[in-house]
C-alpha cells in the first residue's frame, strides 16, 4: 500500500548508509544500485504485462465468463409473448431464490409484457394471476383466472390461483370451494394432459398439498 512504501523508504536509505560505513566501494555501490533498478524496472513490466498475458490464456473474456444477468435478456428480439414467459421466469426465479432486488425490478415488467401479449390463453393468464399474486394485486389475481375457469371451469391452474387468491383476501368460504372443486376433478383434469399441465409439472405436488392443507386434509 501507498502507506506502506512511503513509511519503508527512510529506513532503505538508514541500510544503504550504514553499508558505506562497512567499507562498501564505491565500484560494489554503482553495481548494486544497477542490480536494483534492473530489479524494480522487471517488476514493473511483469506487472503491467502479465495480465494481459493472463488475458490471452483465457478461454473467454471474463464478461463472458459470468452467467447471465438479469438485464441481458434481450426482449427486442422475442415476440410479445416470449418476452412475457421469459420475465415470468426470471421473476420466479428470483422469488424463489429471495432476491428481493431483482424481484422488485422485473416483476412490474413481466406484468406489463403480458398485458402486451394479449389475448392470453389458458397458461398465459396463469401466469398473468401468479404474477399480480406475486405483487400483492389479489382482486387482479383472482379476476384473470375466473376468466379461465368461466371457459374451462374445471382447470386445476385456474382452480389453484383462484383458491389461493381468495385465501390471501380473507374470503375462506370462496377459497374453499376452488379448492374442493381442484381437488374432486384433480385425476380426471390430468389426464387431459394440456401443455400448461406439462409445462408446470413441478408445481403439481405443492399445489395439490396447498388445496389439502387449507382444507384441513393434508398429513
Not at 177 to 200: F, K, S
Request: hydrophobic fraction near 45%.
Amino acid at each position: 500500500m501507498c502507506g506502506t512504501g512511503v513509511a519503508g523508504a527512510p529506513g532503505h536509505a538508514r541500510a544503504a548508509g550504514s553499508g558505506r560505513a562497512a567499507g562498501v566501494g564505491s565500484g560494489d555501490s554503482s553495481k548494486v544500485a544497477w542490480w536494483i533498478s534492473g530489479a524494480l524496472l522487471m517488476g514493473i513490466i511483469l506487472m503491467v504485462v502479465w495480465p494481459v498475458i493472463q488475458g490471452g490464456n483465457s478461454a473467454a473474456p471474463p464478461q463472458q465468463q459470468r452467467p447471465q444477468n438479469a438485464s441481458s435478456i434481450d426482449l427486442n428480439s422475442m415476440t410479445p409473448r416470449a418476452a412475457a414467459d421469459a420475465l415470468f421466469d426470471r421473476v420466479m426465479r428470483a422469488a424463489s431464490a429471495g432476491d428481493a432486488g431483482e424481484f422488485g425490478q422485473f416483476l412490474p415488467m413481466a406484468i406489463a409484457a403480458h398485458e402486451r401479449a394479449q389475448p392470453l390463453d389458458a397458461d398465459g393468464k396463469y401466469h398473468l394471476a401468479t404474477l399480480l399474486f406475486q405483487g400483492s394485486s389479489f382482486a387482479e389475481s383472482l379476476a384473470v383466472v375466473e376468466e379461465v375457469l368461466a371457459d374451462d371451469p374445471n382447470h386445476l391452474l385456474a382452480l389453484s390461483a383462484a383458491g389461493r387468491a381468495a385465501a390471501e383476501m380473507g374470503d375462506s368460504a370462496a377459497a374453499r370451494t376452488y379448492y374442493t372443486h381442484m381437488l374432486e376433478v384433480w385425476n380426471g383434469e390430468l389426464a387431459r394432459d394440456l401443455p400448461e399441465y406439462q409445462a408446470h409439472e413441478g408445481e403439481r405436488a405443492q399445489i395439490e398439498q396447498a388445496a389439502e392443507a387449507f382444507l384441513g386434509t393434508g398429513g
